[in-house]
Structure formats: structure tokens, C-alpha cells
């Protein structure tokens, strides 16, 4: 177990409820973990923020060990562990700050990107060669990946799946029920779908394959390609029927009545897209964008034997936040055991992933082959 | 209090309950006929709702929309195998959803409570009974609790069951009565005319975070629950949280000896001498969700608690086997329930977060009520009760000698008369799955 006596944060705002408030908070101040309320002693971190951007470190400064450092450089020197957290979603990397970090922190530390890797497979390749050459740990990720599910459910290693589809939100829903601080932005919503789907799906008999195509679908001929089973309805049932969070006439009365079963989804969608992958091994994933349906995400796969299994991935209520509490814990094992908790290649998926839904080119409504995407693991 | 209707004296009831009530309640006929045996089933049953008010939110429109429209469960969408056949509404709230719900679904709204459970003839009509006496208008006693109907809507069900010669399952809603005879009366009415009798809160079947069990025989020596929420009203929900936990420690429930309810700064006094109450305490706070010290990420300490928080509410517990149950309502500091337990010997403490996704803030829909409507389905399918009663029966007469507690100024009444013992039963019933 390495010791952690100094951990630096490059972030590019600072703000209340901003990602890198919850983490920098958890390592500078302590969070929950485990049933107690845990604090690293003796740990000092310093912050690099870009300047011009926003930031309210209150009286942090003065009631903790926090050193605000004038360079990026300066802040990770010496450090045990980075942190890089970008705007929030965290769907475009700040590749300046990770280059700096790879660079310039110690051999042997550890570093932690917040959100997406890089901005293009190509990038993240270099960066993880980059760190594995300085010895330096890699790993980024959201709590979508790691937060509680509800049930409390995992993919026995080994299963063989057919299908999975995951339902999120680009924007927030409703004045009602709102969840905490959604994506906001496409882009964003595509990384908590990955970052919810991917660590379901990567446990299938024959591990990660890679995306052989993907295509994307908006509108009316999203609900036809389901009509054809492009995509699987009773998959959106099952992942619906975990929502806490059923608009339309829940809004207006609390009824809880069966939005697919009784035809609402098409007409509570605000414009709805989706991105059909199918993976090299032959697995058919579905990620869905149901603004006005459910304000949560929610997961479905099934077997090939025909069992589904389906979970919320629950987000903790703001100003907390807790889920962060749940990522917290696992970056600071990585930083102390220098061992990620998943393959890189998760990473280097969805990096090349989000990447690819970017290009114009991909947004045809045909499917596109994605032979560079063979990101196996 | 009130000089029970029926023959039944608090000693007549701790001897016979406190001996007998380990068993699951299965419905014992003897007397009375079409009480079918616990069976599978599969057409619906035919079920009749007693409520004081259905508006939004309210616990009546939680209970009757699961009903009508049905609910996620295990993955899908439910629609449960029963038939809301006849509604009573005691109340008509402006915001009334009992008559659109009526409307819509064709349920016949009846103007009494006999006439929903025969449906307008002469002799009981349905196949289960769920009394939802909870929200409405309803007159404070001198010790501030909400003289809510249920024991009234409970006793009218009994009578049409004893007129029709047969009895169907019951679902009481929360805490039995806010008079313990009246409790005793509701328990024992129930096990006479032999139907199985169901009730309480919502928190003992909701998600656990995380997912854990107690296990059954575990050696406990006292549990805590933290949570918010004002007299008469969420301590139920607290006290079932832990009691559902206590339950089943070694030996079982053995009933409590005597409680003592402190409001305002001696609550924190209290904490800072019980060194064991305090450790589960932050355990279970650690559990929080929502808890708002200085900062959003940061457990508060006892005194900040003490310069911060100045109106906590606690009960404190002793039960007749040593173990102590403590539950504090912080309204203010948290927004949700935990728990935390001790382990006897190794110091071992069990915690969880019993999560309630609350609408409007966390949810639109209050899904903790699907794994209870859930239980209630089984219950009417197959006659089998999820839980024993005497939790609630405990709880209520818990919550009853807490608050008289509070209105003797923070004395410590002694309770004989919640010598309930039971036993939990193998399988616990929250929702994980």
C-alpha cells in the first residue's frame, strides 16, 4: 500500500456541486465510507485552477491543508496522486492538464481524470503509453460506473448476453423530481450511458469485444427501429419499470401507471435519439435518450437464455451528492494500491466511443462501421 | 385511555400474545368459513379500500393508484391480481383523486365502510381489506396526536367479518391506534376471528443501501435509527426501521420495559453518556444521504450538533432483555433513515441507509409503497402475513409511551404492558430484487 501524504488537483472550476467540488472535498475534508466517516489524516493537496474560471474555495484554505498553486506544473509536483476534473459532465478531457500530470508527477504516483480520458482513441492511447512509460497509474472514470444499483445487482462473470439498453436523459426533466445536476449537454448524457452500461456489459462470457458499427436514430425512426426490434422494447420495459422518476401524469397526480405499456413514451419523448452499437462479438447494446420519459438511468440486459436483469443507477440526493462518496473510495484505493479497479481499455473504449458519435458523419441514421473501435478486453 | 370494547385486559394479552405470537398468522377458520387455505392463485381477488383521504401524495392515492395501475417490480410492470371492488373515502379533500380514479377505473365509491366491503349487500363481499388511515382532517388529542380512524375503520371491518361469517385478510396502514387499547383490541379482534392481519410502515420492505440483511439469531445489543420528521407522524417509521432490525437479534423481541422521549438540547446530553448510543449514531449518520453539517461532504461532530442543532427529538428505548433501541428525529439536519446496529462481543456495527425515494425531491412517485402493496398482494393471495403484527403492535405502543414521555416533560414511563415478545420470521421482506 503506498502512502498518500499529498494529492494535487488540476481542475478547470471550481464551484458548489461542481465535480470537482465533491472530489476535492472528499480527499481535503473526508466523506462517508463504509459505514464511518473517513478522512485521510496528514494529507495535504494542492490545486492548480485555470485562472479566469470560476471558484469559491470559501474559507477552505484556512480550515485545511489546501495550497492553491500558480501552475499546473507546481501543483503536481512532489504528489503522490493527481485528480483532473473538467467541466462538469466531464465528457470533453482537459488533455492539457493529463499531459502536464503524465509529465511532470512523480514516477510511481497515480493519476485520476474525472469523466472522459481523452478526446479521441488516438489520444488516449498516447496517454496511457505515456503514463505506462513513467510508471504512472491511469484511470478515469464517473460515478455512474461505480454508484449503488438498485437492486443491488451484477452480471455473473462469464454470462452470455444477447441484448442490453440503458435509458438516460440529455437535460433535466422537470421542475418535479429533477435529478442531481444531469448531463446537460448530448455528448455528456452519451458518457453516463457508457460509463452505466459498459461495466454491465464488459462481464459477458468473452469479455469487451469492441464495436464492430454504430448507428444513431432520432425521432419517429427511433420508435420504428424498435417496432422492427432494432433495438429491444421489452428490455425498455424492464429498465422503465426501475424508475423512480415516470413523468407525464405522475407529475401531475403521483399515478404510476405503465408508460411503454400504454403508449406514452412516444409522447412524453422530447426529442428522443439513440445510438444502436452492436459489439464485434455479436451483442446488440441500445443507449437510449428519453428526455420526458423518467429523469433517472436505468439499465436492462438479457441473457441468452432469456433472463433479464435490470437496475437504477442511483445518483444521491445534492447537495452531497453521495455517489461521489462511492467513486472517492475507489480512486483512493487506486491511488494506495496503484492498481486499477478496471481494464484501461474501458477507457480507451469510451474515449474512442464518444469520439466517434462526435463526427458528422456518424449522425446519418445508417450504420456505420467502426473497425477502429476493435477495443478488446 | 379507553376502557377496550372487548374483554381483554393488558395482562390477559401479554400472557397469550407475548407466548403465541411466533406464529406467521396464518388464518385459522375454526369458526368461520371461505378462508381459503394459503394456496396459489391465480385470478384477482376483489379487495375493498377504507381511507380517509386521496390526494396527491397522500398515503390513500399511493395505495390505490398501485392498485388500479400497477407498479415496477422485479423488473416489470406489475399489475397486481387484485380488484379494487369497493372504496370508501371518509374525506373529500378540494384535491380529491378518489373520484377521477373512480371514474376512470369504474370503482364503485360507497358511503360507508359496510357497504364498501359487501358492496352494497348483505354480507362481506370481498377478499381482503386495506384501512389507509392516514392523512385528513382528523381532531388532536391533548397529547398532540391525530386521532387518525384506523381503529375505527378496523373495528366496523371486524363487525361486517362477524356478521358475514367470514373473515379476509386485513392491511392496517402506520401505527394501529394512538391508544393502546385500542391496539391491543385491533391485535387480538384479529387473532379471534383467525384472518391474517398486516400493518406498519413502509421503511422495513423499502431498498436497503447498502443491500444488507440481519441476519436471524444475530447478537445484537442495540440498535439506532436516525432519522427526521415530527411526532405521531414519522417516529413510527423510525421505530419500525430499527425494530424490523432488532427483531431479529438472539431470542427475539422480548417487548420493551419502559421508554423516555427528550426534546431539545438534552437529547445531545443524553448521546455524550452513551458512549455505545453515540457510536451507532454517527455510524448510521454516515449512512445519510442528506445530511447537512458545514460541509456537504462532512459528518457533523457532537458539538456542532450541540451549537447547530437545536430542536432534535429522540426515544430511547430499554427492552426487557437489556437491548436498547434509540431513535432520533433531526428534523433539519437529514432527510432520510438509517440505521446502525451493535454486535454483542465483537463491537461489530451493521449500518444502512432504509431508502425512501420522497416526491416530490427524489422521485414523482413514492415507489417505497410498491414492495408494501407488494406484501399486501401475497398476503391476500395467499392468506400468509409477511411480518408478524406485534412489530407494529410494539411500535405503536412504542410510539404511544414515547410521546407520553414528552407530555410528562421527559419522564421515563415504565412499560410493563409492551411486553410483547415474538419472533421474526426466517425471511426478511425488504425489497431487493
Redesign the interface.
Same mark, same amino acid.
Given at each position: 500500500m503506498r502512502t498518500l501524504r499529498k494529492i494535487a488537483f488540476l481542475i478547470e472550476e471550481f464551484v458548489t456541486a461542481s465535480p470537482a467540488q465533491h472530489l476535492l472535498d472528499r480527499f481535503l475534508i473526508g466523506y462517508s465510507l463504509h459505514g464511518s466517516f473517513h478522512r485521510i489524516p496528514d494529507l495535504e493537496v494542492s490545486v492548480y485552477l485555470i485562472v479566469s474560471s470560476e471558484s469559491d474555495f470559501g474559507s477552505r484554505p484556512e480550515d485545511f491543508p489546501l495550497r492553491i498553486e500558480p501552475t499546473a506544473e507546481q501543483a503536481v509536483a512532489h504528489a503522490d496522486a493527481v485528480v483532473i476534473v473538467s467541466r462538469r459532465p466531464g465528457a470533453v478531457a482537459n488533455e492539457a492538464f493529463l499531459n502536464v500530470a503524465l509529465r511532470n508527477a512523480p514516477e510511481g504516483s497515480a493519476c485520476f481524470v474525472y469523466g472522459a480520458l481523452a478526446n479521441s482513441l488516438a489520444s488516449a492511447r498516447q496517454f496511457t503509453a505515456l503514463a505506462a512509460s513513467r510508471k504512472i497509474a491511469l484511470l478515469a472514470s464517473t460515478p455512474i460506473s461505480v454508484t449503488w444499483r438498485l437492486p443491488a445487482i451484477d452480471l455473473t462473470p462469464g454470462t452470455p448476453l444477447s441484448e442490453a439498453l440503458i435509458v438516460v436523459q440529455v437535460s433535466a426533466q422537470a421542475a418535479q423530481a429533477s435529478p442531481p445536476f444531469p448531463p446537460a449537454s448530448l455528448r455528456g448524457a452519451e458518457l453516463h450511458a457508457l460509463e452505466g452500461l459498459l461495466p454491465v456489459i464488459e462481464r459477458r462470457r468473452g469479455g469487451e469485444t469492441g464495436v464492430r458499427s454504430i448507428r444513431f436514430l432520432e425521432g419517429k425512426d427511433l420508435w420504428r427501429a424498435g417496432d422492427k426490434g432494432l433495438w429491444p422494447r421489452p428490455l425498455l420495459a424492464s429498465a422503465l419499470s426501475r424508475s423512480h422518476t415516470p413523468q407525464g401524469n405522475a407529475l401531475l397526480d403521483g399515478r404510476t401507471e405503465d408508460l411503454l405499456g400504454l403508449g406514452l413514451v412516444p409522447k412524453l419523448a422530447r426529442n428522443p435519439r439513440g445510438w444502436l452499437l452492436e459489439h464485434r462479438d455479436g451483442l446488440r447494446s441500445a443507449i437510449l435518450f428519453l428526455d420526458g420519459v423518467v429523469s433517472d438511468f436505468n439499465f436492462a440486459v438479457r441473457a441468452l437464455d432469456g433472463s433479464v436483469i435490470s437496475a437504477q443507477l442511483l445518483r444521491g440526493a445534492p447537495p452531497a451528492e453521495h455517489h461521489f462518496s462511492r467513486l472517492t473510495g475507489i480512486v483512493e484505493d487506486f491511488f494506495r494500491t496503484g492498481t486499477a479497479p478496471w481494464p484501461i481499455e474501458r477507457n480507451l473504449l469510451i474515449a474512442g466511443l464518444l469520439e466517434t458519435f462526435a463526427k458528422p458523419t456518424s449522425l446519418s441514421g445508417q450504420a456505420v462501421r467502426t473497425d477502429e473501435l476493435s477495443v478488446a478486453y | 385511555m379507553k376502557t377496550s370494547k372487548l374483554a381483554w385486559t393488558r395482562r390477559q394479552f401479554v400472557s397469550t400474545v407475548g407466548s403465541a405470537a411466533t406464529a406467521a398468522f396464518v388464518a385459522d377458520a375454526k369458526a368461520f368459513s371461505a378462508v381459503p387455505k394459503a394456496k396459489e392463485n391465480t385470478g384477482k381477488r376483489r379487495i375493498a379500500l377504507i381511507a380517509t383521504e386521496a390526494r396527491? !401524495?397522500s398515503h390513500a392515492?399511493?395505495f390505490i393508484? %398501485?392498485v388500479l /395501475?400497477? !407498479?415496477?417490480?422485479q423488473?416489470?410492470?406489475? %399489475?397486481p391480481q387484485l380488484e379494487l371492488a369497493g372504496l370508501y373515502m371518509d374525506q373529500f379533500n378540494e384535491n380529491d383523486?378518489s373520484r /377521477?380514479r373512480a371514474s376512470r377505473h369504474r370503482v364503485k365509491i360507497y358511503p360507508t365502510v359496510e357497504e364498501a366491503l359487501t358492496l352494497g349487500r348483505s354480507k362481506l363481499a370481498v377478499d381482503g381489506v386495506l384501512i389507509i388511515a392516514e392523512h385528513g382532517s382528523y381532531p388532536r388529542n391533548e397529547r398532540g396526536q391525530t386521532r387518525y380512524p384506523r381503529h375505527e375503520f378496523f373495528q366496523r371491518t371486524a363487525k361486517v367479518f362477524e356478521e358475514s361469517g367470514r373473515a379476509v385478510p386485513v392491511f392496517n396502514d402506520k401505527h394501529l391506534s394512538t391508544d393502546w387499547e385500542e391496539c391491543v383490541e385491533m391485535v387480538q379482534t384479529a387473532k379471534r376471528l383467525g384472518f391474517p392481519f398486516m400493518a406498519g410502515s413502509s421503511l422495513p420492505v423499502t431498498?436497503r443501501?447498502?443491500?444488507i440483511d440481519m441476519p436471524l439469531g444475530t447478537p445484537l445489543e442495540e440498535s439506532v435509527c436516525v432519522c427526521y420528521g415530527t411526532i405521531d407522524s414519522y417516529d413510527i417509521h423510525g421505530l419500525e426501521t430499527a425494530q424490523c432490525m432488532s427483531e431479529r437479534r438472539a431470542g427475539g423481541e422480548s417487548g420493551v420495559k419502559s421508554v423516555q422521549a427528550i426534546r431539545g438540547k438534552a437529547v445531545w446530553q443524553m448521546l455524550e453518556e452513551r458512549k455505545n448510543t453515540q457510536k451507532l449514531f454517527?455510524?448510521a449518520l454516515?449512512?445519510?444521504?442528506?445530511? %447537512?453539517g458545514r460541509?456537504?461532504?462532512?459528518?457533523p461532530d457532537l458539538e456542532w450538533l450541540k451549537d447547530n442543532h437545536e430542536h432534535p427529538v429522540a426515544y430511547f428505548l430499554e427492552h426487557f432483555d437489556g437491548f436498547r433501541t434509540s431513535v432520533f428525529l433531526l428534523t433539519g439536519l437529514v432527510s432520510d433513515f438509517t440505521y446502525?446496529g451493535l454486535k454483542r462481543g465483537n463491537g461489530e456495527?451493521?449500518?444502512c441507509q432504509m !431508502?425512501l425515494?420522497m416526491?416530490?425531491?427524489?422521485?414523482?412517485?413514492?415507489?417505497f409503497f410498491n414492495p408494501l402493496v407488494n406484501h399486501i398482494e401475497r398476503m391476500i393471495l395467499n392468506h400468509v402475513v409477511p411480518y408478524p403484527v406485534e412489530r407494529t403492535l410494539l411500535t405503536s405502543g412504542m410510539v404511544i409511551s414515547a410521546i407520553e414521555s414528552l407530555y410528562r416533560g421527559h419522564a421515563l414511563v415504565e412499560t410493563p404492558h409492551l411486553k410483547v415478545a415474538y419472533k421474526a420470521l426466517d425471511q426478511s421482506s425488504f425489497?431487493?430484487?
Amino acid at each position: 500500500m503506498r502512502t498518500l501524504r499529498k494529492i494535487a488537483f488540476l481542475i478547470e472550476e471550481f464551484v458548489t456541486a461542481s465535480p470537482a467540488q465533491h472530489l476535492l472535498d472528499r480527499f481535503l475534508i473526508g466523506y462517508s465510507l463504509h459505514g464511518s466517516f473517513h478522512r485521510i489524516p496528514d494529507l495535504e493537496v494542492s490545486v492548480y485552477l485555470i485562472v479566469s474560471s470560476e471558484s469559491d474555495f470559501g474559507s477552505r484554505p484556512e480550515d485545511f491543508p489546501l495550497r492553491i498553486e500558480p501552475t499546473a506544473e507546481q501543483a503536481v509536483a512532489h504528489a503522490d496522486a493527481v485528480v483532473i476534473v473538467s467541466r462538469r459532465p466531464g465528457a470533453v478531457a482537459n488533455e492539457a492538464f493529463l499531459n502536464v500530470a503524465l509529465r511532470n508527477a512523480p514516477e510511481g504516483s497515480a493519476c485520476f481524470v474525472y469523466g472522459a480520458l481523452a478526446n479521441s482513441l488516438a489520444s488516449a492511447r498516447q496517454f496511457t503509453a505515456l503514463a505506462a512509460s513513467r510508471k504512472i497509474a491511469l484511470l478515469a472514470s464517473t460515478p455512474i460506473s461505480v454508484t449503488w444499483r438498485l437492486p443491488a445487482i451484477d452480471l455473473t462473470p462469464g454470462t452470455p448476453l444477447s441484448e442490453a439498453l440503458i435509458v438516460v436523459q440529455v437535460s433535466a426533466q422537470a421542475a418535479q423530481a429533477s435529478p442531481p445536476f444531469p448531463p446537460a449537454s448530448l455528448r455528456g448524457a452519451e458518457l453516463h450511458a457508457l460509463e452505466g452500461l459498459l461495466p454491465v456489459i464488459e462481464r459477458r462470457r468473452g469479455g469487451e469485444t469492441g464495436v464492430r458499427s454504430i448507428r444513431f436514430l432520432e425521432g419517429k425512426d427511433l420508435w420504428r427501429a424498435g417496432d422492427k426490434g432494432l433495438w429491444p422494447r421489452p428490455l425498455l420495459a424492464s429498465a422503465l419499470s426501475r424508475s423512480h422518476t415516470p413523468q407525464g401524469n405522475a407529475l401531475l397526480d403521483g399515478r404510476t401507471e405503465d408508460l411503454l405499456g400504454l403508449g406514452l413514451v412516444p409522447k412524453l419523448a422530447r426529442n428522443p435519439r439513440g445510438w444502436l452499437l452492436e459489439h464485434r462479438d455479436g451483442l446488440r447494446s441500445a443507449i437510449l435518450f428519453l428526455d420526458g420519459v423518467v429523469s433517472d438511468f436505468n439499465f436492462a440486459v438479457r441473457a441468452l437464455d432469456g433472463s433479464v436483469i435490470s437496475a437504477q443507477l442511483l445518483r444521491g440526493a445534492p447537495p452531497a451528492e453521495h455517489h461521489f462518496s462511492r467513486l472517492t473510495g475507489i480512486v483512493e484505493d487506486f491511488f494506495r494500491t496503484g492498481t486499477a479497479p478496471w481494464p484501461i481499455e474501458r477507457n480507451l473504449l469510451i474515449a474512442g466511443l464518444l469520439e466517434t458519435f462526435a463526427k458528422p458523419t456518424s449522425l446519418s441514421g445508417q450504420a456505420v462501421r467502426t473497425d477502429e473501435l476493435s477495443v478488446a478486453y | 385511555m379507553k376502557t377496550s370494547k372487548l374483554a381483554w385486559t393488558r395482562r390477559q394479552f401479554v400472557s397469550t400474545v407475548g407466548s403465541a405470537a411466533t406464529a406467521a398468522f396464518v388464518a385459522d377458520a375454526k369458526a368461520f368459513s371461505a378462508v381459503p387455505k394459503a394456496k396459489e392463485n391465480t385470478g384477482k381477488r376483489r379487495i375493498a379500500l377504507i381511507a380517509t383521504e386521496a390526494r396527491k !401524495y397522500s398515503h390513500a392515492q399511493h395505495f390505490i393508484d %398501485r392498485v388500479l /395501475e400497477g !407498479y415496477g417490480w422485479q423488473g416489470r410492470h406489475h %399489475r397486481p391480481q387484485l380488484e379494487l371492488a369497493g372504496l370508501y373515502m371518509d374525506q373529500f379533500n378540494e384535491n380529491d383523486l378518489s373520484r /377521477e380514479r373512480a371514474s376512470r377505473h369504474r370503482v364503485k365509491i360507497y358511503p360507508t365502510v359496510e357497504e364498501a366491503l359487501t358492496l352494497g349487500r348483505s354480507k362481506l363481499a370481498v377478499d381482503g381489506v386495506l384501512i389507509i388511515a392516514e392523512h385528513g382532517s382528523y381532531p388532536r388529542n391533548e397529547r398532540g396526536q391525530t386521532r387518525y380512524p384506523r381503529h375505527e375503520f378496523f373495528q366496523r371491518t371486524a363487525k361486517v367479518f362477524e356478521e358475514s361469517g367470514r373473515a379476509v385478510p386485513v392491511f392496517n396502514d402506520k401505527h394501529l391506534s394512538t391508544d393502546w387499547e385500542e391496539c391491543v383490541e385491533m391485535v387480538q379482534t384479529a387473532k379471534r376471528l383467525g384472518f391474517p392481519f398486516m400493518a406498519g410502515s413502509s421503511l422495513p420492505v423499502t431498498w436497503r443501501i447498502p443491500s444488507i440483511d440481519m441476519p436471524l439469531g444475530t447478537p445484537l445489543e442495540e440498535s439506532v435509527c436516525v432519522c427526521y420528521g415530527t411526532i405521531d407522524s414519522y417516529d413510527i417509521h423510525g421505530l419500525e426501521t430499527a425494530q424490523c432490525m432488532s427483531e431479529r437479534r438472539a431470542g427475539g423481541e422480548s417487548g420493551v420495559k419502559s421508554v423516555q422521549a427528550i426534546r431539545g438540547k438534552a437529547v445531545w446530553q443524553m448521546l455524550e453518556e452513551r458512549k455505545n448510543t453515540q457510536k451507532l449514531f454517527f455510524a448510521a449518520l454516515s449512512r445519510s444521504f442528506t445530511c %447537512r453539517g458545514r460541509y456537504s461532504t462532512a459528518l457533523p461532530d457532537l458539538e456542532w450538533l450541540k451549537d447547530n442543532h437545536e430542536h432534535p427529538v429522540a426515544y430511547f428505548l430499554e427492552h426487557f432483555d437489556g437491548f436498547r433501541t434509540s431513535v432520533f428525529l433531526l428534523t433539519g439536519l437529514v432527510s432520510d433513515f438509517t440505521y446502525a446496529g451493535l454486535k454483542r462481543g465483537n463491537g461489530e456495527i451493521v449500518s444502512c441507509q432504509m !431508502y425512501l425515494p420522497m416526491p416530490p425531491a427524489l422521485s414523482t412517485v413514492a415507489d417505497f409503497f410498491n414492495p408494501l402493496v407488494n406484501h399486501i398482494e401475497r398476503m391476500i393471495l395467499n392468506h400468509v402475513v409477511p411480518y408478524p403484527v406485534e412489530r407494529t403492535l410494539l411500535t405503536s405502543g412504542m410510539v404511544i409511551s414515547a410521546i407520553e414521555s414528552l407530555y410528562r416533560g421527559h419522564a421515563l414511563v415504565e412499560t410493563p404492558h409492551l411486553k410483547v415478545a415474538y419472533k421474526a420470521l426466517d425471511q426478511s421482506s425488504f425489497w431487493r430484487a
